[in-house]
């Protein structure tokens, strides 16, 4: 299968050799950071959906990163604001005035529905969720946190005691406070979707955690609109409605955490949280914000700004220059293309050629998402198909294409690309599946 053609040329790439450049790594940086691929994935060059590695060879990007390339690879409009922005002042901290801050702001702002009003930029989700924990627990004036078995909320002390996968968890005594409700799953679930009230009986899981595993009185509840480390995992359209009930009835406040499926990926809303007919309290973005800036974002209320400004919040990079024109041109792009709507388009183009290959190969045993957040689930004998992803993964890369693993046992191919994949690209992605499913079957 070929890739649809592209007249974008790159450069010729004189950086280290790929032996080389392993052997450099391995002396110096952490050596607990993972590399993807049995022969690792060495990208030089991006260009909207397309990166090409050290050997001039192109690739159909269908993972942006880790779901955070959202307009494209090097877009030349979010380059041109950021190469303007850093000729003329590239630091500013929001204790003087500057109006980058301001403007992404105010477009951000405009994305959400009413009482969500208030912004706090930060680096990366990670410490987004740190600040929306910290913001529900001064707000409510309790302490006990409620997450998702199968979620993912990042690396620091408390993105880790959130997340609800052990292989993300170092053995550390936990920070207190933080608890994990059974969560939703259509194939390892104990109730199929379908089932009338699914929805609520899930939701029922955090009522009874809430009476039997706290207080009774809770700071936060916080999960993703739909689990994506976790594998594409969305939820029964009623059960984020009975969960944040449950939640609200116990004075919590519900934290949407939208790092992956905001921004129009899903296709159908700006926000992941749009889709269950909830409002939340707080919202926490990152990744697709800054089309691969590091910039991340708390959204909440006036009211719970109001007790967050009893102290002074700073934060030394939150609201850069930089950051902020990143983000106003990466906002921008989305709204004048209307690349939520483009999700939409191809994710059912995507949805209807790989229900189509389900039932060809019943290997795949799940395909779920929507948008450009899309799942595709392997399983063998009722067990997840741990190696035949392992081995489907690697040769997507071999035929051209890139896309990601996830699920707690690595079962799940994910499809996150960035929002310009065209019809043709889908089309190639389809029968790289195809040839890919053939050869392994
Ligand atoms: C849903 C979700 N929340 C939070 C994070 C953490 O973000 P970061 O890696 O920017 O700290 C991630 C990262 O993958 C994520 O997927």
């Known amino acids: 299968m070929d890739l649809p053609p592209c007249d974008y040329i790159p450069e010729a790439y004189q950086g280290p050799s790929k032996e080389e450049l392993l ?22 060059q991006g260009y909207m959906q397309y990166l090409w590695d050290e050997t001039g060879k192109r690739y159909l990007d269908a993972f942006g990163g880790i779901c955070t390339v959202s307009v494209g690879h090097c877009h030349p409009e979010v380059t041109a604001a950021i190469t303007a922005q850093a000729g003329m002042i590239q ?10 801050v301001v403007e992404f702001a105010e477009s951000l702002v405009s994305t959400f529905p009413d009482p969500l009003k208030r912004v706090y930029f930060v680096n990366s989700g990670s410490e987004a969720n740190d600040l929306a924990i910290l913001m529900a627990r001064l707000f409510t004036d309790h302490h ?3 997450s998702l078995r199968n979620c993912y909320h990042g690396g620091n002390a408390v993105g880790m005691s959130l997340t609800g996968h052990h292989t993300w968890k170092y053995p550390v005594p936990p920070m207190p406070g933080f608890q994990h409700a059974k969560a939703p799953h259509p194939i390892w679930g104990p109730i199929r979707y379908d ?9 029922a899981e955090i009522q009874q955690l809430i009476q ?25 359209s009623d059960y984020l409605e009975h969960a944040y009930a449950h939640v609200r009835a ?22 992941g949280f749009e889709n269950y007919g909830v409002t939340p309290d707080i919202v926490v973005m990152a990744k697709s914000i800054g089309n691969g800036f590091p910039l991340a974002a708390v959204v909440t209320t006036d009211e719970i700004a109001a007790k967050m400004s009893e102290r002074i919040h700073f934060n030394t990079f939150g609201g850069d220059p930089l950051a902020m024109v990143a983000g106003k041109a990466t906002l921008d792009v989305m709204l004048r293309d209307d690349t939520m709507g483009h999700c939409k388009l191809i994710g059912d183009r995507l949805i209807t050629g790989l229900k189509s290959l389900q039932s060809r190969f019943p290997i795949i045993a799940d395909v779920r998402g929507s948008g450009l ?10 067990q997840p198909a741990t190696a035949f992803t392992a081995d489907f993964f690697e040769r997507c890369k071999d035929h051209g294409l890139i896309v990601g693993k996830g699920g707690l046992f690595g079962s799940v191919i994910r499809i996150k690309p960035p929002m310009c994949l065209t019809e043709a690209d889908a089309d190639f992605l389809l029968g790289v599946f195809a040839e890919v499913l053939a050869e392994l079957s």
């Open 23 to 44: 052997a450099r790594r391995k002396a110096v940086l952490n050596p607990g950071i993972f590399l993807l691929y049995k022969d690792p994935f060495y990208p030089v």
């Open 91 to 100: 630091h500013a901290p929001t204790c003087y005035l500057h109006p980058a």
């Open 144 to 146: 006990e946190v409620i």
């Open 195 to 203: 089932t009338p009230g699914a929805g609520r009986d899930y939701a």
């Open 212 to 236: 039997f595993g706290t207080s009774g009185k809770i700071a936060a509840f916080i999960a993703e609109p739909m689990q994506g480390v976790g594998g594409t995992v969305p939820y029964p």
């Open 250 to 271: 116990a004075g919590g406040v519900c934290i949407a955490d939208e790092v992956q499926t905001g921004f129009g990926r899903t296709g159908t809303h700006f926000w």
């Open 373 to 382: 957040i899309l799942g595709v689930e392997f399983v063998i004998d009722r």
